[in-house]
């Protein structure tokens, strides 16, 4: 599954599928859900929403790299898909808010039959709609501030939602994927790397098969926990690994080491406003920059590299095998200290102090992993 040339021979194919595959309203139903459906994939049962106004070739490049983001990150025989089924991908125009106004009408119009309690066997797992912003007894948007459409692929300033995994699995019974637009075609690589980067949040909860409350789950990830002060969410951990593979595994696919050199190099320029700069200057760790304003970013970014920093010691195939193994292990800390050989808060010094080095120094890290 890790293998570099494996996937680059498996790309080649995966276009010719898809490219090669037509779709009518009959052949792309499944279970009785009419939508289209993403022929390419293996067990991937992928459909999509799309935004009236959005071009062909976004959506033939979401269904591309969906496809093979299913080879990366999903075993046919061994991958719990009743975690991973079904995914709906709300493809979006990033540039036509009333589209995606439009989007969320037949989205909630779906969820609403296939997704409730209602249609539930035992009422429980299947609470999309009982649950989300669809639901006019659950959710008010005028009551939240939002004053275009339901805030759900949009946002409260009138701009059409960024990307995202916007679901669980344990109780909607479904995963959402929204996917927001990139201008073509200076910008198509986008379409790879975020669709790669979402579809690796899929995987990590995928390995998650026991029920639990939203705050288990965020608890056992890292997102929740794992900051100084223990409320706070924080994304060095689980985004830091969506950022890092989703980089990764695009140039290694599209074979541009250059790509990955530029796309690492961003955040830790030698400027005094890098996020590397900000970041050491802030007295914080990594693990307590959170989702609010600039924190973000600085987490998403430097948790990628935090992310190369720890493969660089233990390889690869030791961030897949925490994920695989976590529930297993109980805890986030113990599944932590297993696979890493200390508790996480051990390495926050260690990190600081590679950052510190000179830019050429850490991009050597680089080099040895690629």
């Known amino acids: 599954m890790k293998n570099k040339f494996l996937y680059i021979s498996f790309f080649l194919l995966v276009i010719i599928g898809c490219f090669n595959s037509k779709e009518t309203s009959d052949q792309n139903t499944t279970k009785n859900i009419d939508l289209p459906k ?3 994939t293996n067990k991937l049962e992928a459909y999509i929403f799309q935004a009236e106004s959005l071009d062909q070739d976004g959506i033939d490049l979401i269904k591309e790299w969906l496809c093979i983001s299913e080879s990366l990150f999903f075993d046919e025989s061994t991958s ?3 975690l991973i089924n079904p995914v709906y991908i709300a493809a979006l125009d990033r540039n036509n808010v009333n589209s995606a106004i439009e989007l969320e009408k037949k989205y909630c119009d779906h969820i609403e039959e296939f997704h409730n309690s209602r249609t539930s066997k035992d009422g429980y ?3 999309g709609y009982d649950n989300g912003k669809c639901n006019p007894k659950h959710y008010n948007p005028q009551n939240e501030g939002c004053d275009f459409g339901l805030c759900l ?3 409260p300033n009138g701009r059409v939602a960024g990307s995202s995994i916007s679901s669980n699995m344990h109780s909607d019974g479904f995963n959402l994927f929204i996917s927001n637009s990139h201008d073509l075609p200076m910008h198509a690589d986008s379409y790879g790397y975020v669709t790669i980067h979402e579809m690796f949040h899929i995987y990590q909860y995928s390995n998650l ?3 639990a409350s939203r705050d288990d789950l965020m608890k056992m990830v890292g997102k929740l926990g794992t900051g100084t002060n223990s409320a706070d ?10 950022v ?3 980089y990764y595994k695009y140039a290694q696919l599209v074979d541009d080491r250059e790509w990955f050199i530029n796309k690492m190099r961003y955040s830790i320029d030698g400027s005094r406003d890098s996020l590397k700069s ?6 914080k760790k990594i693990n307590d920059f959170t989702w609010n304003g600039e924190e973000k970013e600085i987490g998403y970014e430097l948790g990628a590299w935090f992310i190369a920093y720890m493969i660089d010691i233990f390889g690869e195939e030791s961030i897949y095998n925490f994920w695989e193994n976590l529930e297993e292990e109980g805890s986030f800390d113990k599944a932590f200290t297993k696979y890493f050989s200390k508790e996480y808060e051990l390495y926050m010094d260690d990190f600081d102090e590679f950052l510190r080095k000179p830019d050429s120094e850490i991009l050597e890290l680089l080099d040895r992993i690629y």
Do not use: H, M
């Open 38 to 40: 993403v022929e390419c």
């Open 80 to 82: 719990n898909w009743d």
């Open 125 to 127: 797992g299947n609470n």
């Open 153 to 155: 692929f949009t946002e």
């Open 209 to 211: 098969n026991k029920a």
């Open 233 to 242: 969410e924080v994304p060095w951990w689980i985004e830091g690994n969506a």
């Open 244 to 246: 890092f593979f989703g």
């Open 278 to 283: 900000k970041y050491l200057s802030s007295g």
